[in-house]
């Protein structure tokens, strides 16, 4: 099985930038749709972004469509989320999690174990 590691997150201001990864272990991540969830305190899962195991489709929430963006390198076993013109309402725990093959879903098989995003007024 797939064993998923993200890195990156971090504290920032309000306006600023984060690049998350996901690095893919045990298995080549080309087998997998990958997405990226995120959990606020007190708030439920929400999935903010998806990309298909060769690229083909992608999925941005509407709370952030036009400041994060999903991109993999399957040669790195990666997958990137780009978080842009960040608000404070961004932070939260974010995961990867990934499935077994092309399609977008809400549902994950393997999760990785978060990482921290603060972004300060």
């Known amino acids: 099985q797939v064993q998923l590691v993200e890195s990156g997150g971090g504290l920032v201001q309000a306006g600023g930038s984060l690049r998350l990864s996901c690095a893919a272990s045990?298995?080549?991540?080309?087998?997998?749709?990958v997405a990226w969830s995120r959990r606020a305190p007190g708030k439920e899962r929400e999935f903010v972004a998806a990309?298909?195991?060769?690229?083909?489709?992608?999925y941005i929430a509407d709370s952030v469509k036009g400041r994060f963006t999903v991109s993999r390198d399957n040669a790195k076993n990666t997958v990137i989320l780009q978080m842009n013109s960040l608000k404070p309402e961004d932070t939260a725990v974010y995961y990867c999690?990934?499935?077994?093959?092309?399609?977008?879903?809400?549902?994950?098989?393997?999760w990785g174990q978060g990482t921290q995003v603060t972004v300060s007024s």
């Open positions: 045990g298995r080549t991540l080309s087998s997998y749709t």
């Open positions: 999690a990934a499935r077994v093959g092309p399609e977008l879903s809400a549902l994950y098989d393997y």
């Open positions: 990309i298909s195991w060769r690229a083909e489709r992608t």
